[in-house]
């Protein structure tokens, strides 16, 4: 009896390791070492996502815009130092959870039967790609990328999305040469 009791505590505890990695929130960013982000004071949309659901789209770009906005960037209609351009999508993820309720054969337990039951759970990952171009130069100088699990609830959603877009541009911008030299 003992054994089957450890065999479930460690099905249970590889079955939640699992789903937090499945749900976790992944973030990356990359940027043109280069490129002088010091100069931009403006920016504005050159390309804005596409989603099956207008209420998100929407809510990406006031999160990206209140992003900037928040690091003295300005959103203007034209001629802007910088401009955006945002990518939404969604793909459906399968992950495999096997119990085993004994174990067979081996050694140690003398033989026995065991039966293993598999399932299969589907799941939505919804990803974002923001792209930021020097206006002038036409170079990309900024890319930033989310993941994460979605919900049924578009409440969690949006409160997942706002969450991605300040991890996003936690770092935004980059620190420049000049400032790391001083």
Not at 33 to 58: G, H, V
Not at 95 to 120: C, E, H, K, M, Q
Request: proline letters at 3%; charged letters at 20%.
């Amino acid at each position: 009896m003992r054994i089957s009791r450890i065999s479930l505590g460690l099905a249970l505890m590889m079955t939640i390791v699992i789903a937090s990695a499945a749900f976790a929130q992944k973030v990356t960013t990359d940027y043109n070492k280069s490129a002088a982000f010091a100069k931009y004071k403006t920016f504005m949309w050159i390309k804005e996502p596409k989603t099956s659901n207008p209420l998100m789209r929407q809510r990406v770009i006031d999160d990206v815009n209140s992003a900037l906005q928040a690091r003295g960037l300005q959103l203007v209609t034209s001629n802007a130092d910088l401009c955006i351009a945002a990518h939404a999508a969604t793909t459906e993820e399968r992950t495999l959870n096997t119990f085993y309720d004994g174990f067979g054969g081996g050694w140690r337990w003398r033989g026995g039967i065991g039966s293993a039951t598999t399932t299969v759970n589907t799941y939505e990952v919804g990803t974002l790609v923001v792209d930021i171009f020097d206006a002038q130069t036409k170079e990309a100088v900024w890319r930033a990328t989310a993941s994460k699990t979605l919900s049924e609830n578009p409440e969690k959603n949006a409160d997942s999305l706002n969450k991605a877009v300040v991890k996003m541009f936690k770092d935004f911008p980059p620190p420049t040469k000049a400032a790391k030299a001083n």
